[in-house]
């Protein structure tokens, strides 16, 4: 079985020490690096080029946020997923925006592991208490016209469903369509709505459709 290689990055070195132990006992992770900073989370990746970069959005000398905008400016297919607290509100959305794979919090570690695989797979980890806690502080009075966009009601379906954090499964389940069929409506959404991934919508649906 092949591991998963990645780097930590947090200014805490009980964190990382704590996190390195644990994901390296597991037998399924390698941690080829740790990083206490922004600007050496980027020397790292430089070097590594890991299959995960697992990082805190604050610290210190340079933030969690700044280094990802470095690193998926270099490296647009970095996988890049934040250790958050939930305290960081200001920080929820623009981590989402450049293009995070989504977050993971500090306290949860049995579910690391199951977020890095779903990471490798391609998914977007993201709870439904983070969608709600976009929602709580994004404007409430929604102006968004989908015909300037050729969105027709069936997207606008999928596009609330994605914002409420349900999987192409549970939306193909939900409409009666196939799941192919529901990755080729977003694919189309994402193109006319010039967004990255689901991630992207589903901050896009919280900031200008949800009321």
């Known amino acids: 079985m092949n591991k998963i290689n990645i780097l930590l990055a947090d200014d805490d070195p009980v964190v990382t020490s704590s996190l390195k132990i644990i994901l390296e006992t597991s037998g399924e992770v390698n941690v080829l690096g740790i990083a206490d900073s922004g600007s050496e989370a980027i020397e790292l990746f430089r070097r590594f080029t890991p299959d995960v970069l697992l990082m805190d959005i604050r610290m210190g000398e340079m ?35 450049i293009g995070s794979k989504g977050y993971i919090l500090k306290q ?10 779903a990471v490798l797979r391609g998914k977007t980890v993201f709870c439904s208490d983070v ?10 009075e929604s102006d968004f016209d989908p ?8 997207e606008m379906e999928i596009i609330e469903m994605v914002g409420s954090g349900l999987s192409n499964k549970e939306i193909a389940g939900r409409l009666y369509l196939s799941e192919g069929t529901v990755r080729n409506y977003i694919s189309g959404i994402l193109l006319k709505l010039n967004l990255r991934d689901r991630t992207g919508l589903a901050v896009f649906y919280c900031e200008h459709i949800r009321v």
Request: glycine share 8%.
């Open 147 to 154: 015909g300037s966009h050729d969105l027709g009601e069936k």
């Open 108 to 117: 949860d570690y049995e579910g690391i592991i199951p977020a890095l695989k």
């Open 63 to 97: 933030s969690g946020i700044s280094a990802a905008k470095k690193i998926l400016n270099e490296f647009p297919k970095g996988r890049i997923l934040f250790l958050t607290t939930f305290s960081d509100d200001d920080y929820i959305v623009e981590a989402l925006k």
């Open 131 to 140: 969608v709600e806690k976009i929602a709580a502080f994004m404007p409430k």
